[in-house]
């Protein structure tokens, strides 16, 4: 009996693999284990092959596209951004799980090519992972570089410089000419951290590092392509950026290169009052050898302070007015309480401020409304859960603190520029009360809160006390622009122009 042999063509050979290959395409294409969601991940809205929800963020500033995104899909809401997955937030309560109760799961920062290349690869403290080195500078910038203590001796040269502004807006009022305001602001916020950190007649190197802080900023919010797709070799050979800031990063070195070795030569304190550059050598030399902190600590700390100290103290006060403006009654009633705690006096000390209790209000809610990080940048480091959701490890956090300060849910007439919400209220800037996080919270608040303050009360109390102001030619106060710019920091689109006229207080 001659025995047919099995021979393996094709057709048999699919016939056998068939419940194999069945598997498989169901394994790829099965419709309900979608719906389960086994990964249990927050919600997406729809989204695009390749890009994610990449489209959304078009035609709009990101922190307003994202409230937009939340009030439709959900409080916690996870985005494909190109290859990055990012969880948004904007709950009070979700903001509390994530920042508080599994502190610090994300007390990571993302991580973007220009950190990398303009921050000495995160050898700072902004931008710098949460971890040991993190932990030894930190404790370096609160007790020491940024304490109560170096807050006050700063002090004189806060006054200095706010003398200086004032002096700049009485030549305005003497011509009833409109003053841009914007600028004269930042010009002030920019020298009283240039003095602190690095010592007198520093100006033209801290207008460069200022430029230069600007420039990186803007190209390491992680909207680099490069930053999208990290896996694409291609991309990253081709990001152009990354050339421009390594070229600007070599001059960025060279500037604090010779800064710190000024400082080294002259040795702290020859001007009177030790910079924060004089500190952290100081602290180096005590340290013997053990917790020293390099020379690439020191320049991307000094790097970090005026990203971080400049443009978020100058824009507060910007808005403030802005504000003030358009709310005659706040800014009748703030210059009423100036004029009655100073009455005669040519000028405002430090202890005047802790009496001015409504322009401390004004202040807060100034910060509600235009708080100058809108969205906290955080990274998720170790496994975190919000609302019952899993947060994907490495995923960037994004916690829209803009969003809940204008939310109706939590804020009465949410819109309404009124400081008399915060009269009877516990709220305070230390990160407790999650529904208004301007300084952020947890382990990574931000360890400027009493220097940035102090720099927003005095130079607004001091705009106030001294003259009153109009809007320019022809503009009501219902009209005045509160349109906000792009950046890191929100800022005024458009300078605000305002008119000073010398008031009738000295
Ligand atoms: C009105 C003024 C200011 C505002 C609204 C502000 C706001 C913030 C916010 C929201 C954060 C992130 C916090 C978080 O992730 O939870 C932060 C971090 C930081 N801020 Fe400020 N800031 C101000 C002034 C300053 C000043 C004057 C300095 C120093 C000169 C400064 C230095 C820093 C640093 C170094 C960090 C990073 C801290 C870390 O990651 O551990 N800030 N700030
Ligand atoms: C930063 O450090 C990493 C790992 O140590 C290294 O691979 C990378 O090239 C460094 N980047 C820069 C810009 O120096
Ligand atoms: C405000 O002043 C600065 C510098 O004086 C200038 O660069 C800027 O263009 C001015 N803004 C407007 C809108 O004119
Ligand atoms: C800090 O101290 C260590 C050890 O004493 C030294 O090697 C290092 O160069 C110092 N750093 C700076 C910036 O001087």
Same mark, same amino acid.
């Given at each position: 009996?001659?025995?047919?042999?099995?021979?393996?063509?094709?057709?048999?050979?699919?016939?056998?693999?068939?419940?194999?290959?069945?598997?498989?395409?169901?394994?790829?294409?099965?419709?309900?284990?979608?719906?389960?969601?086994?990964?249990?991940?927050?919600?997406?809205?729809?989204?695009?092959?390749?890009? =994610?929800?990449?489209?959304?963020?078009?035609?709009?500033?990101?922190?307003?596209?994202?409230?937009?995104?939340?009030?439709?899909?959900?409080?916690?809401?996870?985005?494909?951004?190109?290859?990055?997955?990012?969880?948004?937030?904007?709950?009070?309560?979700?903001?509390?799980?994530?920042?508080?109760?599994?502190?610090?799961?994300?007390?990571?920062?993302?991580?973007?090519?220009?950190?990398?290349?303009?921050?000495?690869?995160?050898?700072?403290?902004?931008?710098?992972?949460?971890?040991?080195?993190?932990?030894?500078?930190?404790?370096?910038?609160?007790?020491?570089?940024?304490?109560?203590?170096?807050?006050?001796?700063?002090?004189?040269?806060?006054?200095?410089?706010?003398?200086?502004?004032?002096?700049?807006?009485?030549?305005?009022?003497?011509?009833?000419?409109?003053?841009?305001?914007?600028?004269?602001?930042?010009?002030?916020?920019?020298?009283?951290?240039?003095?602190?950190?690095?010592?007198?007649?520093?100006?033209?190197?801290?207008?460069?590092?200022?430029?230069?802080?600007?420039?990186?900023?803007?190209?390491?919010? =992680?909207?680099?392509?490069?930053?999208?797709?990290?896996?694409?070799?291609?991309?990253?050979?081709?990001?152009?950026?990354?050339?421009?800031?390594?070229?600007?990063?070599?001059?960025?070195?060279?500037?604090?290169?010779?800064?710190?070795?000024?400082?080294?030569?002259?040795?702290?304190?020859?001007?009177?009052?030790?910079?924060?550059?004089?500190?952290?050598?100081?602290?180096?030399?005590?340290?013997?050898?053990?917790?020293?902190?390099?020379?690439?600590?020191?320049?991307?700390?000094?790097?970090?302070?005026?990203?971080?100290?400049?443009?978020?103290?100058?824009?507060?006060?910007?808005?403030?007015?802005?504000?003030?403006?358009?709310?005659?009654?706040?800014?009748?009633?703030?210059?009423?309480?100036?004029?009655?705690?100073?009455?005669?006096?040519?000028?405002?000390?430090?202890?005047?401020?802790?009496?001015?209790?409504?322009?401390?209000?004004?202040?807060?809610?100034?910060?509600?409304?235009?708080?100058?990080?809108?969205?906290?940048?955080?990274?998720?480091?170790?496994?975190?859960?919000?609302?019952?959701?899993?947060?994907?490890?490495?995923?960037?956090?994004?916690?829209?603190?803009?969003?809940?300060?204008?939310?109706?849910?939590?804020?009465?007439?949410?819109?309404?520029?009124?400081?008399?919400?915060?009269?009877?209220?516990?709220?305070?800037?230390?990160?407790?009360?999650?529904?208004?996080?301007?300084?952020?919270?947890?382990?990574?608040?931000?360890?400027?809160?009493?220097? =940035?303050?102090?720099?927003?009360?005095?130079?607004?109390?001091?705009?106030?006390?001294?003259?009153?102001?109009?809007?320019?030619? =022809?503009?009501?106060?219902?009209?005045?622009?509160?349109?906000?710019?792009?950046?890191?920091?929100?800022?005024?689109?458009?300078?605000?122009?305002?008119?000073?006229?010398?008031?009738?207080?000295?």
């Amino acid at each position: 009996m001659a025995t047919e042999p099995i021979t393996l063509n094709y057709p048999t050979l699919l016939l056998i693999l068939s419940p194999l290959i069945i598997f498989f395409l169901i394994r790829i294409f099965n419709p309900w284990r979608r719906r389960r969601n086994p990964q249990n991940l927050p919600p997406s809205p729809p989204k695009l092959p390749v890009i =994610g929800h990449l489209h959304h963020l078009l035609g709009g500033l990101p922190h307003q596209v994202l409230a937009r995104l939340s009030r439709k899909y959900g409080r916690v809401l996870l985005l494909h951004l190109g290859e990055i997955s990012t969880v948004v937030i904007s709950s009070p309560a979700a903001a509390k799980q994530v920042l508080k109760d599994q502190d610090p799961a994300c007390a990571d920062r993302p991580k973007t090519i220009g950190l990398e290349i303009m921050w000495y690869n995160y050898s700072d403290l902004a931008f710098c992972p949460y971890n040991d080195q993190w932990r030894q500078l930190r404790k370096i910038c609160v007790l020491e570089l940024l304490s109560s203590k170096n807050v006050k001796s700063f002090g004189y040269i806060r006054e200095d410089e706010a003398s200086h502004l004032i002096s700049t807006v009485q030549s305005f009022a003497a011509s009833r000419e409109a003053i841009n305001l914007t600028e004269t602001i930042l010009r002030f916020s920019s020298s009283v951290i240039c003095r602190a950190a690095l010592g007198k007649d520093q100006t033209a190197n801290g207008d460069a590092l200022i430029e230069m802080m600007k420039k990186a900023l803007s190209m390491a919010g =992680g909207f680099e392509l490069a930053d999208l797709f990290p896996s694409s070799k291609l991309l990253n050979l081709l990001c152009l950026n990354k050339y421009r800031l390594m070229w600007m990063h070599r001059k960025l070195d060279s500037i604090l290169d010779d800064i710190v070795d000024e400082h080294k030569l002259r040795k702290g304190g020859e001007y009177g009052g030790e910079d924060i550059v004089d500190a952290m050598l100081r602290i180096n030399r005590s340290e013997d050898g053990q917790d020293s902190i390099s020379k690439d600590n020191i320049k991307a700390i000094i790097f970090d302070m005026f990203s971080g100290g400049t443009e978020t103290t100058s824009t507060t006060i910007d808005w403030a007015m802005a504000e003030l403006m358009k709310n005659p009654r706040v800014m009748a009633k703030a210059q009423a309480e100036l004029r009655e705690i100073l009455k005669e006096k040519k000028t405002i000390n430090s202890g005047d401020i802790e009496e001015m209790k409504y322009l401390k209000l004004v202040i807060k809610e100034t910060l509600r409304l235009h708080p100058p990080m809108p969205l906290l940048p955080r990274a998720c480091r170790d496994k975190c859960m919000v609302n019952g959701y899993s947060i994907p490890l490495k995923s960037k956090i994004l916690v829209n603190v803009w969003a809940i300060g204008r939310d109706h849910e939590y804020w009465d007439e949410a819109e309404m520029f009124k400081p008399e919400r915060f009269e009877d209220s516990s709220r305070d800037f230390f990160g407790n009360n999650f529904d208004y996080l301007p300084f952020g919270t947890g382990k990574r608040i931000c360890p400027g809160i009493n220097f =940035g303050l102090a720099n927003v009360e005095l130079p607004l109390a001091r705009l106030l006390y001294h003259f009153d102001w109009r809007m320019p030619d =022809g503009m009501e106060e219902n009209e005045i622009d509160m349109t906000e710019g792009s950046g890191i920091t929100v800022s005024r689109k458009n300078d605000l122009f305002l008119v000073p006229l010398l008031a009738n207080a000295p």
